[in-house]
């Protein structure tokens, strides 16, 4: 049987996570925060639902939080967004490649710390 799941990396279940997008404006600012639900999770992206009709290659800043760590800023780009009833399904890639070296590795660990907890069986 032949695999055809593109994924190199586990998703999880993103829906205890509270979330906040920005969408940047042309100059790179952010504009107003709106709130949107997380259906799931991986060290490189996270999948959206959000009111919002984002479109491919729009940046965002993100503000990921849970019970024990918040990170806030995290720039990411929308890679496909699809309309599901009156919401969009977003998928989001994290780029914190943009980010200075310090920076990136700082968000890198809180991502990975967001995974274990999202891992637990009670983080629902």
Not at 19 to 28: A, T, Y
Not at 77 to 105: H, N
């Amino acid at each position: 049987m032949q695999n055809n799941e593109r994924r190199f990396r586990q998703r999880y279940d993103a829906s205890p996570l509270k979330l906040e997008i920005r969408r940047l404006n042309w100059f790179g600012r952010p504009k107003k925060a709106h709130h949107a639900i997380g259906r799931d999770f991986a060290l490189g992206g996270i999948a959206i639902i959000t009111p919002l009709k984002l479109k491919p290659g729009q940046r965002l800043l993100l503000t990921l939080e849970n019970m024990h760590h918040r990170l806030q800023s995290v720039p990411a780009v929308v890679v496909r967004s699809e309309m599901i009833e009156a919401d969009y399904l977003c998928a989001l890639k994290f780029a914190i490649g943009e980010l200075p070296e310090p920076a990136s590795r700082g968000v890198y660990t809180i991502l990975k710390r967001l995974e274990t907890t999202l891992k637990e069986p009670s983080a629902a």
